[in-house]
């Protein structure tokens, strides 16, 4: 059960447990939402406030904090995650936080996957309104995401790159000729860098080399799924990186590598 929801949500993240499904009337909008619980915990290893490391059971868990998160529309219906996040306390330091998903931002009730669908929409011709109604938000959240996103996508000064880069690709809009778009972002805080309209690798090794060298040589790590063109790359521009594949698919490559095996009797 807890592989078809990930699938059916396309979340990625191994700690939560699902518990509970049910289509009910929201109580805001008086209208029928598809509502799943669930939990997320799972063993920190150090703390956050002290740097303590979990190593002889100082940081204890302490309760929980549930949020109810929107998620894209599911069936036709508005979907919302009760997610009841896991609370630690260290012993050292007496901190509490909160344990934290990509699925959504710290501090945040509108999933990731909520907010890239939105920004999805800004190339079309919709209203902020009607953007707002498919994606369950109020019209300033659309504002708010369009506006973060035109600021993370323009253009950075060519002398200056994070150390730890992630390379990715999605499909691309309408208006360019590529099928699937290249996207780069800072590994540590996650923050977008740029988009480039093909991920074809001569075109990336032509995008970077407008980065001066000394810019590319702090790069320390970049992590990269398992297309074969982004390690030439990676070895072109990037002299001082190491190459990190992502263990998703590392993981899905094994598995489907052991389905293709013949069984023995």
Not at 84 to 100: D, G, N, V
Not at 136 to 159: F, G, K, L
Not at 175 to 186: G, K, L, Q, T
Request: with cysteine; glycine share 2%.
């Amino acid at each position: 059960m807890k592989h078809f929801i990930l699938s059916l949500l396309q979340i990625k993240e191994d700690n939560i447990d699902f518990t509970h499904t049910s289509v009910e009337e929201n109580k805001h909008k008086g209208i029928k939402s598809l509502f799943i619980t669930a939990k997320l915990t799972y063993d920190p290893t150090y703390c956050p406030a002290c740097g303590c490391i979990n190593a002889d059971f100082s940081i204890v868990k302490n309760g929980t904090r549930t949020s109810r998160i929107t998620l894209p529309h599911l069936s036709g219906l508005p979907a919302f995650l009760k997610l009841a996040k896991q609370r630690y306390l260290c012993k050292h330091c007496q901190h509490s936080f909160t344990a934290e998903t990509p699925i959504v931002e710290k501090h945040c009730h509108i999933s990731t996957r909520t907010r890239q669908w939105i920004a999805h929409q800004c190339d079309q011709r919709l209203t902020e309104q009607y953007i707002s109604e498919m994606a369950s938000v109020s019209t300033t959240t659309v504002r708010r995401v369009i506006h973060q996103t035109a600021q993370a996508i323009q253009q950075r000064p060519v002398d200056a790159l994070p150390p730890h880069l992630s390379f990715d690709e999605f499909k691309s809009v309408k208006s360019v000729n590529a099928a699937m778009s290249f996207i780069f972002c800072d590994t540590v805080s996650h923050r977008v860098i740029d988009i480039v309209e093909d991920r074809k690798r001569s075109g990336l090794i032509q995008y970077f080399l407008r980065y001066n060298q000394s810019a590319r040589q702090q790069v320390k790590t970049v992590t990269i799924d398992m297309y074969s063109p982004y390690i030439n790359v990676i070895q072109t521009c990037f002299p001082n990186a190491k190459i990190i594949i992502d263990k998703f698919h590392l993981v899905q490559a094994l598995h489907r590598e052991v389905n293709r095996t013949p069984s023995r009797s």
